[in-house]
């Protein structure tokens, strides 16, 4: 890569994740310590459409590591998504003088950002933050172990209640089609089944070792469900399901939803943000391109941002068989 960076922009896509400010920070902070500009960009590639920057400094990212969300704000942007709008931006970031990029963000993000650098070269890293962990090239994306927490918190409050009223809960989780919250969650909640789209269950199965739960005296049991997972519609389908066709089970639906996202991020996830921001500013200033920045086996990793884009993360079949195991 030929370009002399002066100065980088950074933004924030796609769904918010705690730890996106922690990274923002780090990326601030690195261009500080470098002697490099930087610019905050808002709304995501939205903001760089109409210009919506600032320039941010040491000082302009205090106290917000232990905040979630993003100070950055975040959009989808449909405009984008044409070459007239990827024109505008362009043409936003050369008058404001930004010469490289650090997109926060998933899968969706990285690629406008792959395309964006390919119709105009522009140097473009990304830091992965959603809390999926449904990213390849990273065992941690930014946000993940936050939202693990806030499940984990929230089932075994509604334990306290399943194992009060003989109830059976369905609690469903986020992670679109990947079933890593799920699985964690699940194990680390102790629930009784796990449902996942990486694993089709199936709806027999399901039965049969709710069955064999009640046959071995468990009075109450949590069923924890990855939102992607393809058993039933949804929760309240098999809420309809066991209503209709396993009376004895009182059987009550809690879907988690957004609260997955928000909240104070976890000590890992604020380190994890920072050693991630550090990379990305030093990758560009090194004069490289295109990649994803991630952790494997504790060491900062670079990905290709096609790789990352096209690649599928892979559930952990030890975490299932284990499940299985602590869960009789």
Do not use: W
Not at 27 to 43: K, L, Q, W
Not at 78 to 90: L, V
Not at 183 to 209: C, F, Q, Y
């Amino acid at each position: 890569m030929s370009v002399n960076i002066t100065k980088i922009g950074v933004l924030t896509s796609g769904g918010d994740s705690p730890g996106m400010n922690a990274a923002i920070r780090a990326v601030v902070r690195t261009c500080a310590f470098h002697n490099i500009e930087c610019t905050g960009i808002y709304r995501g590639y939205q903001g760089m459409i109409e210009g919506d920057f600032e320039i941010m400094g040491p000082r302009s990212v205090n106290n917000i590591i232990n905040k979630g969300g993003t100070i950055l704000k975040s959009a989808r942007s449909k405009e984008f998504m044409t070459p007239e709008g990827r024109k505008k931006a362009h043409e936003n970031l050369v008058a404001a003088g930004i010469d490289a990029l650090v997109v926060i963000g998933g899968n969706g993000s990285f690629t406008g950002g792959l395309l964006f650098n390919k119709e105009y070269g522009f140097p473009v890293i990304g830091i992965p933050g959603t809390i999926d962990n449904d990213i390849y090239g990273t065992s941690f994306t930014l946000g993940y172990d936050t939202a693990l927490n806030t499940v984990v918190e929230v089932i075994d409050k509604i334990r306290d209640t399943a194992s009060s009223h003989n109830r059976l809960f369905f609690v469903e989780v986020m992670g679109r089609d990947a079933g890593h919250i799920a699985l964690n969650a699940g194990i680390g909640a102790g629930a009784e089944e796990i449902l996942i789209p990486e694993e089709d269950m199936g709806l027999d199965r399901l039965v049969d070792s709710l069955k064999k739960s009640k046959a071995s005296g468990k009075s109450s049991s949590i069923v924890v469900i990855a939102e992607g997972d393809r058993i039933g519609k949804s929760a309240f389908e098999l809420k309809d399901y066991f209503d209709q066709n396993m009376p004895e089970y009182d059987v009550r639906v809690s879907i988690l939803g957004h609260m997955q996202r928000g909240g104070a991020p976890s000590c890992f996830d604020r380190v994890l943000a920072s050693r991630l921001g550090v990379k990305a500013v030093e990758t560009l200033l090194e004069g490289n391109s295109n990649y994803m920045v991630g952790l494997l086996k504790d060491e900062v990793v670079l990905t290709p941002l096609e790789q990352a884009v096209k690649g599928k993360s892979q559930i952990d079949q030890e975490l299932i068989r284990v499940s299985d195991i602590v869960s009789i």
